[in-house]
Nanobody
């Protein structure tokens, strides 16, 4: 079992930055590829970013490339998402998720463990 707790969400103006954190507990964090997903009201959940077990291989959805950075500190068992140049369309509940795979996948079904989510709201 893996327990995940997100933090760092909030209200920010367009162009601003936020850093989301996801603290993991329950098993060896380094065994998990990790992902960030988001879900806006009335929309389906979408993949945002993923990182491999070792933190070397990353993947981003096109809409956040160059603005968001995912990172993984295995010693602290914490996943991060640095979000810069935020846009109103980034407004959503953001979830971190853990997978037993080596490399992060874009499909939510690949992830067995999920956090409770943290709200990010970007105003104009």
């Amino acid at each position: 079992q893996v327990q995940l707790v997100e933090s760092g969400g909030g209200l920010v103006q367009a162009g601003g930055s936020l850093r989301l954190s996801c603290a993991a507990s329950g098993r060896t964090f380094s065994r998990n590829a990790m992902g960030w997903f988001r879900q806006a009201p009335g929309k389906e959940r979408e993949f945002v970013a993923g990182i491999s077990r070792g933190g070397v291989v990353t993947d981003y959805v096109d809409s956040v490339k160059g603005r968001f950075t995912i990172s993984k500190d295995n010693a602290k068992a914490t996943l991060y998402l640095q979000m810069n140049a935020l846009k109103p369309e980034d407004t959503a509940v953001y979830y971190c998720a853990a997978s037993d795979a080596v490399v992060a996948r874009r499909t939510g079904d690949e992830y067995a463990y999920w956090g409770q989510g943290t709200q990010v709201t970007v105003s104009t």
